[in-house]
């Protein structure tokens, strides 16, 4: 479908830093560069939205997000609020076969390069993946897919943030920041891994709303 390809064509252009924080993202101009209708480039449009990619202007049209946008804020907020939760409930509830999976998803997260010099100043589409794959598996342990689902939807609305988050804070040591992680939910601390994790992501929107330089 067209839409489909302007959406992951424009998805690849936003997360690669092609457009920056606030920038107009134009329907007439996406339609001419794209070469399709504006019914099309629409429908990209709200798909980018929903993702939390894009945001709409009332009278304005469409946007990437602002770096100060308050939305990003509420979204960090539940993720704090939601994640340690499960984190919790997975090492209470999680087997022999969760903690493998935990294993096995931070080596690969830890073996992927971070950056690439194919994304432009944002990391790679390889290390996105293998870091969401990492966060998704240390939670799967909880066992209820509806709260699972509840941080998929997050974790798709966060995504440019983090991108941001990363190039404005390049000193920020991430590789120690999930080891950490991995080795207080394997040896059962839950309060440690909650902690660690409530910092991880709080760190993440701080360097959001911290001026940059």
């Not at 690969?108 to 794959?133: C, I, K, M, N």
């Amino acid at each position: 479908m067209l839409s489909e390809r302007v959406y992951a064509q424009l998805r690849n252009a936003i997360m690669r830093g092609e457009y920056a924080p606030s920038d107009a993202l134009k329907p007439q101009d996406l339609a001419r560069q794209y070469g399709v209708s504006l019914a099309v480039v629409r429908e990209a449009l709200v798909r980018l939205v929903g993702d939390g990619l894009a945001e709409r202007l009332t009278n304005r049209g469409f946007a990437v997000p602002a770096v100060s946008a308050h939305r990003w804020q509420q979204i960090g907020e539940a993720r704090r609020t939601i994640e340690p939760v499960l984190l919790r409930m997975s090492i209470e509830r999680g087997d022999v076969n969760w903690e493998a999976d935990v294993r096995a998803a931070h080596h690969r997260l830890a073996r992927t390069p971070l950056f690439t010099g194919q994304d432009g100043e944002y990391y790679s589409e390889e290390w996105a993946e293998a870091h969401r794959v990492f966060h998704r598996t240390l939670l799967e342990g909880c066992g209820n897919p509806v709260l699972l689902e509840t941080f998929d939807r997050l974790w798709v609305a966060s995504e440019l943030a983090r991108r941001l988050a990363a190039r404005r804070a390049p000193e920020r040591d991430s590789i120690d920041e999930h080891r950490r992680l991995e080795e207080a939910a394997l040896a059962r601390d839950a309060d440690t891994a909650a902690d660690i994790l409530t910092r991880h992501l709080t760190l993440t929107t701080a360097a959001l709303v911290e001026p940059e330089g």
